[in-house]
């Protein structure tokens, strides 16, 4: 190698899911295309209806395409990730979170390390309930602003928020999004099993925190932080009613938003537009005017375009599986399997098929739609509970969102972090192997216990 050999570059993310793109268009051509019929007046599909169909590989004009199309289909959450960014900045430029989270950890002094906990316990509590599923981006720079001030770093702040929602979404007993339909679809009493999901939910939360925590704790150099950093409005300007009005209002809007989604299962539009309203409240009370709020607005979008085109792109991978018609042949494959597996690899298996199927179809309500249905019988016939075939559905479906790339929403979470993936993938890989293990084992006792 010369000395003027460039070193090797680890690619961007919009690169990393384009490749997978490519990758599933060429899967295409090579799975034998297939399909279910659905159920009359459903989405659900009809599991003795699999047959073969005529090769529909796309074609490299499919290909750029489904960038289009991915971005039409995700439109909903991109529209919501620029005016939420939107509307956080406001509220940051408003300096009301900055000073106020630098105001909490000098009063705390040195227990100021029990806002970690606390923050990841209650991430956790709204992800299970379904609360904080695509809306955790939005939250993405207060966890930042909050790591930064306990000289901890942008993994920390992402983790406190995102990995911890996501944790409690992937182990809820509740999820409306994932647990609930599921069993709907299985013929369960809905929210059955309830005692034994909150036992995993809370299994899973421990060794979370006491991850999250320790890294935190192994980069925190205050003494570094403090001569490095250059010195910020929180270190300059006193907290004070302005400041204080302007939080009110964000707690009062996402209480709000937290009972709404719970009781009306509002959507991200609700979300969105409490935000708006929020926003302008803050920005009226901390004297910003109409041009500051319009100003941080629109820097708040902008610092969204690359996590919007992360949504997209990641959105396309699906497009493209769907228009080759191979979904349905890949749940075909995994029925054929199951059937012919001893008694006691069923669950695992099952779970570890969700898993890796949650990369094409990383939704949970849409996994829940196309799983399911041939799940739900399979297990009767290689004498599975239903209810252990929903809980291997719903693990497998949520632990691998944080870190399969097909997953946008950890995608718009790290980007808005000022992370690369390859940074956020080497350090969650340890948790995720664990929660592999956990999930294994939860199979085992599922199957064991009877449930």
């Known amino acids: 190698m010369t000395a003027n050999a460039k070193k090797f570059s680890f690619p961007n993310s919009l690169v990393i899911v384009f490749v997978m793109m490519i990758l599933a268009a060429v899967l295409t051509h090579i799975i034998p295309a297939g399909s279910y019929d659905y159920v009359p007046g459903t989405k659900l599909l009809d ?35 620029f005016l939420v960014g939107g509307y956080f900045q406001v509220l940051i430029s408003s300096n009301a979170v900055d000073v106020f989270i630098h105001r909490l950890v000098e009063r705390l002094g040195s227990h100021s390390f029990l806002i970690l906990p606390s923050i990841i316990v209650i991430m956790s509590v709204l992800g299970a309930s379904g609360v904080m599923a695509n809306p955790v981006v939005a939250t993405i720079p207060i966890g930042v602003i909050l790591a930064r001030r306990l000289g901890a770093d942008k993994i920390t702040g992402v983790a406190i928020m995102f990995l911890a929602a996501y944790g409690g979404y992937a182990t809820s007993p509740v999820c409306a999004m ?94 969105a537009g409490i935000m708006m309203l929020v926003a302008m409240f803050g920005a009226m009370v901390t004297g910003m005017g109409m041009n500051g709020f319009v100003t941080a607005f629109l820097q708040g979008a902008r610092q969204m375009t690359f996590s919007a085109m992360l949504i997209g792109l990641a959105t396309g991978i699906s497009v ?101 993936y390859r940074t956020w993938a080497r350090w969650v890989l340890p948790l995720f192997l664990l929660w592999t293990v956990m999930a294994v084992l939860v199979m085992a006792v599922a199957v064991a216990s009877g449930l």
């Open 47 to 81: 599991p003795a209806t699999y047959h073969g169909i005529p090769q529909q590989g796309v074609s490299p004009w499919g290909l750029v395409d489904a960038v289009f199309a991915g971005m039409v289909k995700a439109g909903p959450i991109i529209v919501f990730t």
């Open 320 to 420: 493209v599986l769907s228009e080759g018609h191979i979904l349905h042949s890949i749940i075909y494959g995994m029925a054929v399997a199951l059937n012919g597996l001893h008694h006691a690899l069923v669950a695992p298996v099952m779970f570890i098929f969700n898993l890796l199927f949650n990369f094409f179809v990383p939704s949970g309500s849409g996994q829940a739609a196309v799983v399911m249905p041939i799940m739900a019988p399979l297990s009767d016939v290689v004498h599975v509970s239903r209810q252990t075939a929903v809980l291997a559905f719903q693990l497998g479906d949520g632990l691998s969102n944080v870190i399969f790339p097909t997953n946008g929403t950890m995608m718009a979470s790290i980007a808005m972090a000022g992370l690369d």
């Open 178 to 271: 994932t647990v609930q339909i599921a069993q709907q679809i299985s013929g369960l009493p809905m929210l059955s099993g309830f005692g034994f999901r909150c036992g995993v939910w809370l299994f899973f939360l421990i060794p979370t925190a006491l991850f999250i925590v320790r890294h935190a704790r192994r980069v925190r150099l205050a003494a570094e932080t403090k001569k490095n950093d250059d010195p910020s409005a929180a270190e300059t300007v006193p907290f004070n009613a302005r400041h204080a009005l302007a939080l009110l209002g964000l707690a009062a809007g996402l209480g709000v938003y937290v009972w709404g989604s719970l009781s009306l299962h509002w959507g991200m539009n609700y979300m």
